[in-house]
């Protein structure tokens, strides 16, 4: 076979490679850093000089410390294990691979070239700082995180059905709004946790926040709405206390009962259309809670022990901290207090740092990452508590949160298993020692955008139209599971439904389209020659040049098209599009 | 199917064909029909197993269907009526009593996850969830274990008709459930592209595949050829035919139920015929914590009562029950008390399934729980001594063991002991 195909070449081929996008060394980090890391360390006042670099760290293009703390704890974990890390990924993968993270799609062939020829040093930090913080990219942040974040919050059927309270417009539309203004990720939370309004957009009083607990709070005692935020955002998984104490962890039946009560003022009432029995939207309100015995001095709730006695409960916060048993709105607003005292948990810091790490790096510090505390021993430990109170001192800042992650070492790692941290495999049960990038499929989401990249960009019609259609093909891969939490599973899991989609759905049709004004139309008419064309076609869509076996099989497929260039490019196209190597981040 | 074989101009056949057969995508179908399997078909026709999960998602109440406690204050208001079989189920499900020959129940569950998600997971898996390793689902399993049966199988092994089952675990992506709605449709199948052509991106395709896990050298990788090929295989398959459940007589739909359950259940049947090894077939609701017993009367029941009963009677008419093994259940069943809400809550600790086909023995009431249903007061069964009951009843041998991705040895069904009432 190896024989075969070097007989072939391409016959349009020049002699030369063309160098449109060159690969070049990453020079990582100066030295200084990890003094200046140590530094800090020693001397004790960590936060202080923390919160003073990372201010100072653009401006002056300082490697800010957070980082080095990550670099180091990391280097040690490698060091113990005896395990020696994959090589830097090439420029151009980590350019591909901080987009799809960034701003959840691959980088346009202009955009690598943008990249590859910034030749100054810093490229990699000045390139996360470009999606972070210049306005072109301010949309498709401020979009791709509403989404992740939409989905976490309401789930992926959530908003779906018309009987659903829960409005998804409105849930992202707060959201990107959040993203854009990146505000503070305490603030975002207690938004979330105490949000009263309407969840339509244009409705009067609306606020996109409510959304998240406007389907949570009125059937079952709400028990879902304590459920979500002690998991979303405690790290605390205590839906089977709701019924007997928890068999691994130090909640007890108690404990979920004081929790949920906090949720017990809140009430999501229906709007109609007027004049008739159409739901418009939802109002999430806070109400005055007479409790279960009646009493609106002393609002307690009632709950069954499995041996068959009665319990009563009031709201205690997870530290133990209890607040008014009044249920009197005006004594005590309830969400507000647990706002309150969430804010100043440190499991709030914990959680938002393990779910960001694992977001960025494959794996979180715990498994499964909202499922935290003393009977799931993290692996970094050390490590999520210095990242959880830099996070404190950044003011819970994501983009600096994600700076950190995506300048730090573990994140710059080739997507390699090798011989030297074969033992370095999570997938397989290990615990993730971070020595490589971890091979991920795409989410749906990602690889939607980077499908219509892929087309050419340029979607077209209003957001509304566009987030329509995204979102009817993002259904498609949605299945419920019939229980009243309603837990969901996805499709997209690199099965055959998805491969079905990738080979004959209407989005390949689109992105191999050869029509005047499509991506192959326009890449067909530009470049010196054919092997010029076939190169930025893999850039494009892999961000690398094709190997020679490759360069031989498009021959092939050149004279099997009769010579017609444009549908060689197409079936190249076409197999890059659904290559693992395409749909997964790497 | 695909248009015939031909060399395209410019290259040499043989030199083509290296690349198929290297994608193996293409030429698999074609090469692997060869005489000697083609004369065996027949043989193993005759003799191989399927299953089919009838999966109730959410818990059912299996005190007021399959274990009734009248008069006891957990009762409730059912009444148990007289079957074909040796026990006496609920009122509220009148043919599946005259299908009760055919099947068996296992009054004594007993399990310890509660939680839907943990519950499901045991349910599927015969383990309890562990993050640090993914087991393989009874679908993947037993289409593991059942695939040498049907060489000639072109669509997927493991089905799924309205639900998501559980995954494959470590024996890797190529064995996970193929999900499809009750209609039987199939996104995105039509192939807008000649078969020839078709065949030739495959091979480009197959290059970036196999460079890509050469490179990283990870699991996920290499994985995902394997089900482009089975994607492949289904595209271009005739026996794809099975899943077009709305061939069947309107007379026969009607029988099964015209609801999502009862064309799943229809559409299981021409699976089985068409020889897919394993189908579950989803019907949730069941999380009944509130008023319980009139959902039961009103929907649940007559909806179970109408498909599976009209699936057991169909495929012993069919001659095919013996082959094939049913198995009902959910992730636990529901207390016996009944809440301030007329609803049961969440219940593992005794409760029932439902099991029959294949090798397994019908008409029995295996174990026993107390007159109030909190317990089992007889030898209490797992999830691990169903899968096993059940995997003898599909003649797979208990001693297969699996090697997990870090080489620890699985055996199948966790271990679980047989239910010997049940299966020779």
């Given at each position: 076979?190896?024989?075969a195909?070097?007989t072939h070449?391409i016959?349009?081929l020049?002699?030369?490679?063309i160098?449109?996008l ?6 990582y980090?100066?030295p200084k ?11 004790g ?13 653009r401006a002056q293009?300082v490697v800010?410390?957070?980082?080095a703390?990550?670099n180091?704890?990391i280097?040690q974990g490698w ?10 990924a090439?420029?151009?993968v980590?350019?591909r691979?901080v987009?799809l993270d960034?701003?959840?799609?691959i980088p346009?062939l ?5 990249f590859a ?5 810093n ?5 996360v ?5 210049d ?5 498709e942040y401020?979009?791709?995180?509403a ?5 976490l919050?309401?789930?992926?059927g ?7 309270l829960?409005?998804r417009d409105?849930?992202?539309?707060y959201l990107r709004d959040s993203?854009?203004e ?5 603030r975002?939370v207690y938004e979330l ?10 409705a009067p ?6 959304n998240?607990?406007?389907g949570?709070v009125?059937?079952e ?9 002690s998991r979303?955002?405690l ?5 089977c ?6 068999p691994?962890n130090d909640?007890k039946q108690q404990?979920?009962?004081?929790f949920?009560s906090?949720f017990r003022?809140?009430r999501?009432?229906?709007r109609?259309?007027?004049g008739?029995r ?6 999430l ?5 007479a ?6 001095n002393?609002a307690l ?6 041996n068959?006695l009665t319990r009563?409960?009031?709201p205690v916060f997870t530290?133990g901290?209890e607040i008014?048993k009044?249920g009197?709105?005006?004594d005590v607003?309830r969400?507000?207090?647990l706002?309150r ?5 440190q499991?709030l ?6 779910r960001?790490?694992?977001?960025f790096?494959?794996y979180?510090f715990?498994?499964?990452?909202d499922?935290?505390?003393p009977?799931n021993?993290?692996?970094?430990p050390?490590l999520l ?6 996070f ?6 994501v983009?600096d949160?994600?700076?950190?992650l995506t300048?730090?070492?573990?994140y710059?790692?080739?997507a390699?298993?090798g011989?030297?941290n074969?033992i370095?495999?999570p997938s ?14 795409m989410?749906a ?5 980077s ?5 050419g ?6 957001y509304?139209q566009?987030e ?16 009243d ?7 997209f ?9 990738l080979f004959?759905g209407e989005l390949?049709?689109n ?5 005047p004004?499509s991506?192959l139309d326009?890449?067909s008419?530009?470049?010196k ?5 076939l190169?930025l076609l893999?850039?494009a869509?892999l961000s690398?040049q094709?190997?020679k076996?490759?360069?031989?099989l498009?021959?092939e497929l ?6 017609k260039?444009i ?6 196209w076409w197999?890059i ?8 981040q790497? | ?8 101009s410019?290259?040499s ?5 290296n ?6 995508a293409?030429?698999?179908a074609a090469?692997?029909?060869g005489?000697?399997i ?6 193993m026709r005759r003799?191989?197993?399927s299953a089919?999960m009838?999966?109730?998602?959410g ?10 406690k009248p008069g ?7 009444q148990p ?6 026990m006496?189920?609920c ?14 129940i296992?009054?004594s569950?007993?399990?310890?996850e509660?939680d839907?998600n ?13 993050p640090n390793i993914?087991?393989?689902s009874y ?5 593991h274990?059942?695939m ?8 997927p092994p493991?089905v799924?008709i309205?639900g ?10 190529a064995w996970?459930?193929f ?6 449709r199939?996104?995105?199948l039509?192939m ?6 078709l065949?030739?991106?495959m091979?480009a395709?197959q290059?970036i595949?196999s460079g ?8 996920p990788a290499?994985e995902h ?9 289904l595209?271009?398959?005739?026996q794809?035919e099975?899943?077009?459940v709305?061939?069947?007589?309107e007379?026969t739909k009607?029988r ?5 359950f009862g064309?799943?259940?229809l559409l ?7 020889g897919v ?5 989803d019907?949730g609701g069941?999380?009944?914590h509130?008023?319980v017993?009139?959902t039961?009367?009103?929907?649940k029941?007559p909806?179970?009562d109408?498909?599976?009963s009209?699936l057991?009677e ?5 001659g ?5 093994a049913?198995i009902?259940m959910?992730?636990f069943?529901?207390?016996p008390?009944i809440n301030?809400?007329?609803g049961?809550?969440h219940?593992?600790r ?12 019908g008409g ?9 249903g ?5 030898e209490p069964?797992?999830?691990?001594d ?5 995997c ?6 208990l ?6 991705k870090?080489?620890r ?5 966790n271990?679980?002991k ?7």
């Amino acid at each position: 076979m190896d024989r075969a195909n070097r007989t072939h070449r391409i016959d349009p081929l020049p002699g030369h490679p063309i160098r449109l996008l060159e690969q070049f060394r990453f020079q990582y980090m100066a030295p200084k850093s990890i003094f200046l890391s140590r530094l800090t360390r020693s001397l004790g006042g960590l936060m202080i000089l923390m919160i003073a670099f990372a201010s100072l760290a653009r401006a002056q293009s300082v490697v800010p410390p957070q980082i080095a703390m990550i670099n180091d704890a990391i280097e040690q974990g490698w060091a113990d294990y005896e395990i020696t890390p994959a090589k830097e990924a090439d420029d151009a993968v980590w350019c591909r691979r901080v987009f799809l993270d960034i701003i959840g799609r691959i980088p346009s062939l202009e955009e690598q070239q943008e990249f590859a020829a910034d030749r100054g040093g810093n490229r990699r930090a000045k390139l996360v700082d470009r999606l972070l913080h210049d306005d072109r990219y301010t949309e498709e942040y401020a979009n791709h995180w509403a989404t992740v974040w939409s989905n976490l919050l309401i789930g992926r059927g959530g908003g779906m059905d018309r009987r659903d309270l829960t409005n998804r417009d409105g849930m992202m539309k707060y959201l990107r709004d959040s993203f854009a203004e990146n505000k503070s990720y305490d603030r975002m939370v207690y938004e979330l946790v105490t949000a009263e309004g309407a969840t339509k957009p244009g409705a009067p009083g609306f606020n996109g926040a409510v959304n998240f607990l406007v389907g949570k709070v009125n059937e079952e005692k709400a028990v879902l709405a304590a459920s979500s935020v002690s998991r979303i955002f405690l790290g605390q998984q205590v839906q089977c206390t709701q019924c007997h104490n928890h068999p691994f962890n130090d909640w007890k039946q108690q404990k979920f009962w004081e929790f949920n009560s906090f949720f017990r003022q809140t009430r999501a009432l229906r709007r109609f259309v007027d004049g008739t029995r159409d739901v418009d939207y939802a109002e999430l309100v806070s109400e005055d809670y007479a409790g279960e015995a009646g009493d609106p001095n002393d609002a307690l709730v009632f709950y069954e022990m499995r041996n068959g006695l009665t319990r009563v409960a009031y709201p205690v916060f997870t530290d133990g901290t209890e607040i008014s048993k009044s249920g009197y709105v005006d004594d005590v607003n309830r969400r507000h207090e647990l706002g309150r005292l969430m804010m100043d948990s440190q499991s709030l810091d914990r959680m938002a740092i393990n779910r960001y790490w694992s977001m960025f790096l494959g794996y979180g510090f715990t498994k499964p990452i909202d499922d935290m505390g003393p009977h799931n021993n993290p692996t970094h430990p050390q490590l999520l508590d210095d990242l959880a109170n830099a996070f404190r001192g950044s003011s819970y800042n994501v983009k600096d949160l994600i700076t950190w992650l995506t300048l730090s070492r573990p994140y710059s790692l080739a997507a390699v298993l090798g011989s030297n941290n074969q033992i370095d495999d999570p997938s397989i049960g290990e615990t993730p020692k971070f020595s490589r990038f971890y091979l991920r499929q795409m989410s749906a989401e990602q690889l939607y955008q980077s499908l219509v990249s892929a087309s050419g960009g340029n979607a077209t019609g209003t957001y509304e139209q566009q987030e329509k259609k995204r979102r009817e093909w993002l259904r498609q891969f949605v299945v419920t599971f019939g229980t009243d939490e309603g837990d969901e599973a996805t499709t997209f899991d690199g099965s055959i439904p998805q491969a079905l989609m990738l080979f004959n759905g209407e989005l390949t049709q689109n992105a191999t389209s050869t029509k005047p004004g499509s991506f192959l139309d326009r890449l067909s008419q530009s470049g010196k020659s054919t092997r010029d064309r076939l190169n930025l076609l893999y850039k494009a869509g892999l961000s690398r040049q094709p190997t020679k076996r490759e360069v031989a099989l498009a021959g092939e497929l050149y004279r099997a098209r009769g010579g017609k260039e444009i549908e060689m490019l197409q079936d190249v196209w076409w197999a890059i599009l659904n290559s693992n190597e395409f749909i997964m981040q790497h | 199917m695909i248009s015939p074989w031909k060399t395209p101009s410019g290259m040499s056949r043989r030199h083509f064909m290296n690349h198929l057969a290297g994608s193996s995508a293409a030429a698999s179908a074609a090469l692997t029909m060869g005489g000697a399997i083609a004369a065996n078909a027949e043989e193993m026709r005759r003799n191989r197993k399927s299953a089919i999960m009838l999966w109730m998602g959410g818990g059912p109440p299996t005190i007021d269907m399959w274990d009734l406690k009248p008069g006891a204050p957990t009762g409730g208001p059912f009444q148990p009526i007289s079957t074909t079989g040796d026990m006496q189920i609920c009122e509220h499900l009148p043919m599946v009593a005259k299908q009760m020959h055919n099947l068996s129940i296992v009054r004594s569950m007993s399990t310890r996850e509660a939680d839907h998600n943990r519950g499901r997971y045991y349910m599927h898996t015969g383990f309890v969830p562990n993050p640090n390793i993914e087991h393989p689902s009874y679908g993947a399993v037993v289409a593991h274990e059942l695939m040498s049966q049907r060489p000639e199988l072109e669509i997927p092994p493991f089905v799924t008709i309205g639900g998501a089952s559980a995954g494959p675990g470590f024996l890797g992506m190529a064995w996970s459930p193929f999900a499809v709605t009750s209609s039987g449709r199939i996104r995105n199948l039509d192939m807008k592209l000649d078969g020839m052509r078709l065949r030739q991106r495959m091979a480009a395709l197959q290059e970036i595949e196999s460079g890509f896990a050469n490179r990283t050298r990870d699991l996920p990788a290499g994985e995902h050829g394997k089900v482009l090929k089975k994607t492949f295989d289904l595209m271009t398959s005739s026996q794809m035919e099975a899943f077009r459940v709305e061939k069947e007589d309107e007379k026969t739909k009607e029988r099964y139920g015209t609801n999502g359950f009862g064309q799943g259940c229809l559409l299981a049947r021409r699976l089985v015929e068409g020889g897919v090894p394993f189908i579950e077939v989803d019907l949730g609701g069941w999380d009944l914590h509130n008023n319980v017993h009139q959902t039961l009367a009103d929907t649940k029941l007559p909806q179970l009562d109408k498909a599976m009963s009209a699936l057991v009677e169909d495929l012993e008419q069919r001659g095919l029950l013996q082959d094939t093994a049913i198995i009902w259940m959910g992730e636990f069943g529901r207390t016996p008390r009944i809440n301030q809400n007329a609803g049961r809550d969440h219940w593992a600790r005794s409760w029932s399934c439902v099991v029959g086909g294949a090798g397994i023995q019908g008409g029995l009431a295996v174990g026993e729980t107390s007159s109030d249903g909190t317990a089992v007061e007889s030898e209490p069964f797992s999830s691990e001594d169903l899968m096993a009951t059940v995997c003898k009843g599909l003649s797979i041998s208990l001693d297969t063991t699996f090697m997990s991705k870090n080489r620890r040895p699985m055996k199948i069904a966790n271990g679980g002991k047989v239910i010997s009432e049940l299966v020779a």
